[in-house]
């Protein structure tokens, strides 16, 4: 079975400055999907990127990139510039290919502090 | 638009109760799914419904049922509802993995059995 494991529960940053969430995961498949999701204070839950598992180039979306070691099953996002806005729950997910389960981590708690 | 709405956005109700939860989808996904969010703000899946058939059911006990008139909707009914129903909900779609794989959540609905 496929786990997720996000080892920060909560990180502070003051704003400006970057920071890493960490995520590992376990998994015997050799094809899947990697994901970040930002949850805000309204609950709506937010895609903040995604990573095939057979692309070796870090995916990156304007701020946030990751850093994906396929070897160490290591999934991580780095929020560079860090916003107030960027305050939320990250939560790091898997996927496997030709699945419909989507496995999430629990979830790091991110204050970006003024 | 709102491409997963759910209603409500809260309910507040007793124990005992039967009430449902609604979810629409405006993406022409194919599956959906209905995720428990606890405490710790840990999502556990609960059910996915794919073309209307039914392939993930996580040991949710028979007391929540899914219900899904067509491919743009998947509501959760719960009978006789208890204190630890009280949880958010969230829905959620994704296209199959051959066309697209992120998921897209609703915004959540915060359930509370008093």
């Known amino acids: 079975a496929q786990t997720v494991t996000q080892s920060q529960p909560e990180m502070s940053v003051q704003e400006a400055e970057t920071v890493t969430l960490s995520c590992t995961y376990d998994t015997s498949e050799n094809n899947y999907y990697l994901f970040w999701y930002k949850q805000p204070p309204s609950r709506q839950m937010i895609l903040v990127i995604r990573?095939?598992?057979?692309?070796?180039q870090n995916a990156t979306e304007n701020r946030f990139s990751v850093n994906f070691q396929k070897a160490a099953k290591s999934f991580s996002l780095k929020i560079s510039d860090s916003q107030l806005g960027d305050t939320a729950m990250y939560f790091c997910a898997f996927m496997k290919r030709g699945d419909d389960k989507i496995i999430f981590g629990k979830g790091t708690r991110l204050h970006i502090l003024p | 638009d709102t491409a997963v709405s759910q209603t409500p956005k809260y309910l507040v109700t007793q124990m005992g109760n039967d009430k449902s939860i609604k979810c629409e989808q405006n993406?022409?996904?194919?599956?959906m799914y209905w995720y428990k969010q606890d405490s710790k703000k840990f999502l556990k899946i609960m059910f996915s419904y794919n073309n209307k058939e039914l392939i993930i059911n996580e040991t949710v006990p028979n007391r929540f049922s899914p219900k899904s008139p067509d491919k743009a909707h998947l509501n959760l009914h719960i009978n006789s509802l208890e204190l630890g129903d009280s949880a958010v909900y969230f829905c959620?779609?994704?296209?199959?993995?051959?066309?697209?794989?992120?998921?897209?959540f609703g915004q959540g609905t915060r359930l509370t059995v008093v």
């Open positions: 959620a779609s994704s296209q199959t993995v051959q066309v697209n794989t992120e998921a897209f």
């Open positions: 990573q095939e598992a057979y692309k070796q």
């Open positions: 993406l022409g996904h194919d599956t």
